[in-house]
């Protein structure tokens, strides 16, 4: 028994020692891929800060072939994605546009009328009231003087009866 117990605890040192090589295996590959990454770039940066050999490098690079084509997709896809962004800017403007049209919002003009319209309808219907007010005062004037009339014909046969 003893020896089983020493044989697992010998498997299971076994498995901790492998994962964490391959934990430290991962690590160092990504290290790697970086180092080379660093070289390739300061090897880039290097040529190209040297004016000589930067003016050969960007020249031989112009008359590649795949650098060529390379641009020409860039162009492309840029030109593509510009052409998407502005329909999409240009269609909800057009949409805006089309609702306050619908409401009446771009139409000056035509609101101007609708405001001068109202305006005249506003002074018909206060002209009318005023109309309406006149007749009124009119009407109450007449009273009032059938009224004074008949109060100096009293007064009158009154002073005559008096006398």
Known sequence: ?????????NNNQEEKNNQTETKDGGRSAMNVNYAIIGGVVGAGVGLLSHPGTGK??????????????????????AQEFITEQALITLRQTATGYMSKYENGGLLPFNKKKQDETAEQEQEENSSSAQNDEIEEIKEENKNLNERLERIEEMLSSLVESKK
């Open 1 to 9: 028994m003893a020896d089983k117990e020493k044989q697992e605890k």
């Open 56 to 77: 050969k490098v960007v020249g031989s690079l112009g008359k590649s072939e795949v650098v060529r084509m390379a641009g020409n997709e860039l162009r492309r896809s």
